[in-house]
């Protein structure tokens, strides 16, 4: 274990170095928010609940773990291409050690990105007298997001494995993009029927949904009627469907991550 852990030191070493991490994965986030309340501000109060905290903050942190799924395929795939891994690959450690040595700073890192979410929804929410959620729904907030970032620090780790430093991020910017239009982190996608269905296959919009339900958030208002009363968004809905499917795809990213890069490690040192 004490190689595991100067591994994964050697990882986060060489993340933080890299001032990238500070502006997408933390800054960034942060900037949508001060953004967005920027557009709200602007906005006829009541017609726009998606931009609300409840509601945005879930998007703004899944949004922000694809962001660190960027960073880590950029990691995986350099030590990959400055062959560090295929002289690390004769030392005794196990391909599952190798993963652990990536995943606990990719995880770290996912950790600071959830409380800088959730702290800015509160300073948010505080400012614009909103409010957000009490203390026991953020640290539930917190736990349903847990599977979301393992995700994509996953997927980060199977792309740096296939791909080189130049075609990893082109991959991982569709599922950047993919978090924010698919996952409906800021788009009514909720009143566009067939759409949103096919959405809550996806893990993006699962997370989202489900944050969503621990906040507390409303839907986007089509009319009158529900402006008045807005619908929140309920677990009995489709919560049980959407969890489901949510750790199952947190199961398979994990699983084809492992499977690949062992696969992998071992062509390389054959």
């Not at 990959?80 to 995943?103: D, E, N, V, W």
């Not at 640290?139 to 780790?157: D, R, Y």
């Not at 792309?159 to 599922?175: R, Y």
Request: with cysteine; hydrophobic share 50%; charged share 15%.
């Amino acid at each position: 274990m004490k190689k595991v852990l100067l591994f994964a030191k050697r990882n986060l070493t060489e993340m933080i170095r890299d001032p990238l991490l500070y502006i997408f994965c933390l800054g960034f986030p942060v900037m949508m928010v001060a953004m967005f309340n920027i557009i709200l501000h602007y906005t006829p109060d009541g017609e726009t609940p998606i931009f609300y905290e409840k509601s945005l903050t879930p998007g703004i942190m899944v949004f922000g773990f694809s962001l660190l799924m960027l960073m880590s395929s950029l990691l995986v795939s350099k030590d990959r291409q400055s062959a560090f891994l295929k002289r690390l690959f004769s030392s005794p450690l196990k391909p599952y050690q190798f993963i652990l040595g990536y995943l606990l700073p990719f995880g770290l890192i996912g950790i600071v990105q959830m409380i800088v979410g959730i702290a800015s929804g509160y300073i948010s929410g505080a400012i614009s007298g909103r409010g957000f959620v009490d203390f026991g729904s953020a640290c539930l907030l917190f736990l349903e997001m847990l599977p979301m970032m393992i995700i994509n620090c996953a997927l980060g780790m199977l792309f740096g494995t296939l791909l080189n430093d130049k075609s990893s991020p082109a991959i991982c910017s569709i599922f950047v993009s993919a978090s924010g239009i698919i996952g409906g982190a800021w788009m009514p996608i909720d009143k566009m029927g067939g759409f949103e269905t096919a959405c809550g296959y996806l893990p993006f919009y699962e997370s989202i949904y489900l944050g969503r339900c621990i906040t507390g958030a409303t839907h986007t208002p089509t009319d009158l009627e529900s402006i008045m009363n807005p619908a929140v968004y309920s677990f009995a809905d489709r919560g049980v469907l959407y969890l489901c499917l949510y750790l199952a795809y947190m199961i398979l990213a994990v699983s084809l991550s492992l499977f690949v890069f062992t696969r992998k490690m071992k062509s390389d040192i054959n």
